[in-house]
């Protein structure tokens, strides 16, 4: 079969149509996806922590709970985990909260605290307080802070 | 007149065809039973925690019975499809295992009051939620009934977006914060104990059982009477609309006797 210049023209101008209403239906329906998210107001996000309408500034807040710990008595390290030898969990609230528990508790050798954006809702700012019978810390555990008695 | 309450009134004239008749009195459109309805109550779906300054209707000290409930405007109600719902608040003592309520509560300068809250809410009109007749006969020697009671998406979905509405508000206004517990929401709801709807009233003898004036659509002279007559179900309770009713129907009848 022999292809003439019209045809050529004819499916180069398929092509050129066809691409054309394919850029139109996108960007009509990236505007009606834009459309959708602004009927959200900004500063607001749908709940998720626990469920809880919160602000952006509040989340930022939450977070931030996660970031400053002072101890002159445990050495704290992020991205650590250390399993076992629990004797007490509790939702601390703060990773400050947790580090002051500790210090207070002479049977506490170590803790573990689980962060604001720990992927599992229920450990989110929970503090495990440890005996001296844990295992072996488990470094580059993302979302988690520990802490020892002396030091490491 | 037929006084015998939400579902009484539907089985008395479902049963009315017993004597061989082609159907049963007021039931030539096969609407008697339908659009049965009740009150959604959801206890305990969400939390909220507000500025201790913040005014907000409190419960009569005397009456115990009675809860204190903030309700949507009506822009916020046309923006829930219409459906009119109550947000109970109930005082609690601040829960020290949510790590984010405690964070809420230590940020609230000059004190923070905490809530449980309920929600009542109404529930659409479905044709296919119905009374209808059922096998043999109660000891009254009715015939039995049984009844088919979907609580619709449309209602858990107004209460969610309404709690989110609340939310939302105190935090433009940097009141307080709303937490929603969608598990509840989505899965606790009950019913309040009120029957309603089955013998609906409406312009439409296509689309309900007695017209305006609570006469039953072609029938010259039968009545009915009580919560079974209701077009929409609101969220309160049903007792004083179903007085009203009464004395209005009492009075017309009064009216066109003399």
């Known amino acids: 079969m022999k292809l003439t210049r019209r045809d050529l023209f004819a499916a180069v101008g398929g092509i ?3 691409g054309a209403i394919a850029t139109t239906a996108g960007l009509s329906y990236r505007a009606y996806r834009k459309g959708l998210r602004t009927q959200v107001p900004k500063d607001i996000k749908p709940a998720d922590e626990g469920g809880w309408v919160l602000s952006s500034n509040d989340r ?6 996660d970031q400053v710990a002072e101890s002159k008595i445990l050495a704290v390290r992020q991205e650590v985990d250390i399993p076992g030898g629990d004797y007490e969990r509790f939702e601390a609230g703060s990773l400050q909260n947790c580090v002051t528990k500790c210090e207070q ?5 170590a803790f573990t605290y ?3 954006r720990h992927p599992v809702p229920e450990k989110r700012r929970v503090c495990w307080l440890k005996g001296s019978s844990s295992d072996d810390p488990v470094h580059k555990a993302k979302h988690y802070v520990s802490g020892r008695r002396g030091t490491w | 007149m037929l006084a015998a309450g939400g579902v009484g009134n539907a089985q008395i004239l479902l049963g009315s065809d017993d004597g061989g008749a082609a159907t049963a009195v007021g039931n030539e459109n096969d609407q008697v039973g339908r659009y049965l309805s009740e009150h959604p109550h959801i ?16 419960t009569p000290s005397d009456r115990n019975e009675y809860r204190a409930a903030i309700v949507p405007d009506d822009e916020t109600v046309e923006a829930l499809g ?7 608040i109930n005082e609690g003592k601040p829960n020290d295992k949510d790590s984010v309520e405690t964070f809420l509560i230590s940020r609230l300068a000059g004190g923070a009051r905490v809530f449980d809250l309920n929600i009542r809410c109404a529930m659409p ?5 119905r009374v209808e007749r059922g096998e043999g006969r109660d000891p009254a020697g009715l015939p039995r009934v049984k009844a088919t009671c979907v609580i619709d998406s449309d209602a858990f979905h107004a209460a969610d977006q309404c709690l989110q509405r609340l939310g939302e508000n105190l935090i433009r206004t940097e009141k307080g914060r709303v937490r929603i517990n969608n598990d509840v929401l989505y899965r ?6 009120h029957i309603m709807s089955t013998t609906r009233m409406g312009n439409d003898p296509r689309t309900s059982v007695t017209d305006r004036d609570c006469r039953v659509h072609n029938y010259r002279n039968l009545f009915i009477a009580g919560s079974s007559l209701f077009a929409s179900t609101g969220y309160a309770n049903p007792t004083l609309t179903i007085v009203a009713l009464a004395a209005r129907l009492g009075d017309k009848l009064a009216e066109a006797s003399s």
């Open chain 1, 16 to 18: 050129v149509l066809g």
């Open chain 1, 60 to 65: 930022k807040e939450i977070v931030a709970v």
């Open chain 1, 105 to 109: 508790d002479e049977s506490c050798k």
């Open chain 1, 114 to 116: 689980a962060g604001s």
């Open chain 2, 43 to 58: 206890y305990n779906c969400a939390r909220m925690v507000t500025r201790a300054d913040l005014a907000l209707p409190a």
């Open chain 2, 82 to 88: 219409g459906l009119d719902l109550s947000i109970e």
């Open chain 2, 125 to 129: 009109h479905k044709p296919s939620n």
């Open chain 2, 188 to 193: 606790e709801a009950v019913g309040g104990g």
